[in-house]
């Protein structure tokens, strides 16, 4: 049977699960490694409502060499026999060899973190499958992506990427209506580009197709907790950056904790549902997404769909950091804390008139400099190039 277009077998929001079989991933390298305990995280994983269980053989963690196909074969095909009619499931494959064992096996779509620049015979292999794409955008390879990550401007230049990759697959024969898109969080940014990227996901989306966000477990969460030095983030991080990501449009979430996740974005979602005559239809296909992973009655709320131009540099918004909103002096001079019109108070030894405004510039001039200290040491921080 012919597969339908990726938005209805993933309407948005879906979850995909995690289930690497691999000694070293950043986050559950070790813990899957026998094919028994495999199948048994893909199926719990599944029954906490992940719509798809994405299973690798490879990490791709920053600093990470890679492996043969033959040990990704050796580590993946034991734990796939056992999932079979059981458990649908996705390959984290770059390689060919791989994908195309895994496809024979029931993989529904091929998650390639290199968008068909590893290996030249995968778009072959997916397009002879008729299976579902991700390609993901990475800068770099992941031995040493977290270098140094630069971009001048980081949602358009993933996007340019990725438009290039949607077309060179179109190309090799794979039906655009099989494609997803990813921004690659991690995959050669800082931690100011992956919350960019988030914050600016609509120009990601106008390019038509659905989008899948791996924030899960991520260092940037880490380090927005506090901990510079962070490999990883918490699960209710990770969750939070789930809802963020829906909420910018992500249809896709590829994560490490569904259930947590399947409950928020069911609840989000709900929230969202509009009202009037639309809204009734809508309410109605709001099952939970555990139910609808089950194959259960499932929404059918279709993807925005934009036209697939980029916006002009000239009125792409600065970068992310420049974004930040400082205290203005002129706001704090005009306006109390709560923002109504407020007289600066008068203290003994204070200037009155004309200077108590000169003075409560100085104040906020003081402490906008001292926020801009603040944001400074906090990129300082960010720009460092371990985790993801
Ligand atoms: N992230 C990882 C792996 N594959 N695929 C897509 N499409 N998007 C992602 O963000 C993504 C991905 C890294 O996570 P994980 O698989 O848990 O780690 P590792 O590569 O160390 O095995």
């Known amino acids: 049977m012919e597969p339908v277009p990726i938005e209805e077998r993933f309407p948005r929001p879906s979850v995909m699960g995690v289930v690497n079989v691999t000694p070293d991933s950043f986050f559950d390298g070790g813990v899957n490694l026998d094919p028994d305990e495999a199948a048994a995280t893909a199926r719990r994983l599944h029954a906490e409502g992940a719509a798809i269980v994405d299973v690798g053989g490879e990490s791709t963690r920053p ?11 050796r580590r993946v095909v034991p734990v796939l026999e056992r999932l079979g009619g059981e458990v649908p499931f996705s390959i984290d494959t770059a390689k060919a ?8 096996l029931g993989a529904e779509l091929v998650n390639d973190v290199t968008a068909l620049r590893a290996d030249p015979d995968l778009a072959e292999v997916v397009a002879a499958a008729d299976a579902y794409l991700c390609l993901m955008h990475m800068q770099g390879e992941p031995r040493t992506m977290q270098a140094d990550p630069r971009y001048d401007d980081v949602a358009t230049e993933v996007a340019a990427f990725l438009e290039e990759r949607l077309a060179f697959a179109v190309e090799a024969g794979i039906r655009e209506d099989r494609i997803c898109l990813d921004p690659g969080i991690g995959f050669g940014k800082t931690v100011a580009h992956n919350l960019e990227l988030l914050r600016r996901l609509d120009v990601l989306l106008a390019l038509g197709r659905p989008v899948l966000v791996g924030f899960s477990r991520k260092s940037t969460l880490g380090r927005l907790l506090g901990d510079p030095d962070a490999t990883t983030g918490t699960a209710a991080a990770s969750v939070g950056a789930a809802l963020a990501a829906y909420e910018h449009g992500a249809t896709i979430l590829r994560v490490h904790d569904v259930r947590e996740t399947v409950e928020a974005l069911t609840v989000a979602s709900a929230v969202r549902v509009p009202r009037g005559k639309r809204g009734r239809a809508a309410r109605r296909a709001a099952v939970p997404l555990r139910h609808r992973a089950r194959g259960g009655r499932g929404g059918r709320e279709r993807p925005d769909r934009g036209r697939r131009r980029l916006p002009r540099r000239g009125r792409v918004r600065p970068r992310g950091v420049r974004e930040l909103r400082l205290p203005s002096a002129g706001g704090a001079r005009r306006r109390g804390r709560g923002g109504a019109p407020r007289p600066v108070p008068r203290r003994a030894g204070m200037c009155s008139g004309p200077e ?3 003075a409560a510039s100085g104040r906020a001039h003081r402490r906008q400099r001292r926020a801009i200290a603040t944001v400074s040491a906090y990129c300082a921080a960010t720009v460092a190039p371990r985790g993801r």
């Open 63 to 73: 600093g990470s060499t890679g492996v043969t196909a033959e040990e990704e074969l």
């Open 356 to 358: 108590a405004g000169r």
């Open 97 to 104: 060899a791989v994908a195309e064992r895994a496809l024979e």
